[in-house]
């Protein structure tokens, strides 16, 4: 009896430190994710401000598996003037991204997701504890990660879709549901209301305007210019410059003091290659106007000749132009074909 009383004092001590060492985990636990909640209240989109402290706060002095995962926006600022990285816009629409999921998620139920930033000139340790050398970056660190350089990370090309690639991402690492993306409004409701008023106060000038037909859509002038800039526009590609925000040019990697407008090859196009080319085509375009509507009306058969072999030689030169570039940026050859019987 005495034996089995001696192996019992042991086994009831075992038991309580156990017991107080699961609670005190737990409790510490709760209290990472309160204090997340806490940080994540204080920023307007949701998104917590890590630097190398906080890292080790949250990851690297936790133990696995965490009641909660992360997701890391990598930036840097000094690089934000690059406009091919994007970084900024990139990190809007993770603004976006956080502020929808918040949004889409129940108050009464939070998720035990957090978006979260870190700035490389504060978290230089971070980034390199992440392994990260490039921007952008994004990572999900998930509750069983141990080491940060084993989190998912985002593809590249997934970015070109900003938020909703974003939210694809998050949703195919979890068993979370973004939902919808909320952006905020292009005006405000105070700018909507002065507009209307504006609008308003404009409707009787305008329906007098109409009715004297003394506006400027009953000026030829303004449809032969809006005419050219809807072709322009057209053919220089500026339409895929605004979706893929392409820059105008690039400073030069060898040179840092020159410009290049001129991108060889054909996976990208700068905005000043496109406005160049678009000119070239404009030039085409208007030549060909003058000649179908306006050369035919001139009386004089040798004005006629002039404008015609200028207009000719001009317009042969411009696609020439064009045929060059293409050629050069994207290594295949355009020539001419002539029929066998000519040789």
Known sequence: MAISQNLLLPLLLLTTVLTASLHNTTADSDDL????????SQSKSG??????????????????????????????????????LHLQDLHTEFSV??????????????SSLFFCDIEFKDSQNSFSL??????????????????????????????????????????????????????????????????????????PFFIKKVLTKDTFLHDWKVWLLGAVFVYFFSVSGAMFNIIRKMPMFLADRND????????????MQLGGEGFAVGFLYTIVGVLLGVVTHVLV??????????????????????????ISLDNWKTGYGVHAFWPTSWS
Not at 301 to 314: E, F, K, Y
């Open 130 to 203: 992440f392994g990260v050398n490039s921007l952008p970056h994004i990572r999900l660190v998930g509750p069983n990660v141990k080491n940060p350089k084993d989190s998912d990370q985002m593809d590249q090309g997934d970015f070109s879709r900003m938020a909703e690639s974003m939210a694809e991402f998050v949703e195919s690492r979890t068993k979370l549901t973004v939902g919808p993306i909320h952006r905020p409004p292009m005006l405000s409701n105070n700018q909507i209301a002065f507009l209307v008023v504006v609008f308003l106060a404009w409707i």
């Open 97 to 110: 991204v956080s502020s929808s999921f918040i949004a889409n998620n129940d108050a009464s139920s939070p």
């Open 256 to 267: 840092p003091s020159k410009l290049v407008f001129f991108y060889q090859g054909s996976g």
């Open 297 to 322: 009306r001139v009386k004089n058969r040798t004005a006629q000749r002039v404008v015609m072999g200028v207009a000719l030689v001009v317009s042969f030169w411009a696609v020439r132009k064009v």
């Open 47 to 84: 998104v917590i401000h890590l630097n190398d402290q906080l890292i080790s706060r949250f990851l690297t002095s936790t133990k696995t598996p965490r009641p909660y995962s992360l997701l890391i926006f990598f930036d840097a600022k000094q690089l934000h003037s690059k406009a091919e």
């Open 33 to 40: 994710v309160i204090e997340l909640r806490s940080l994540q």
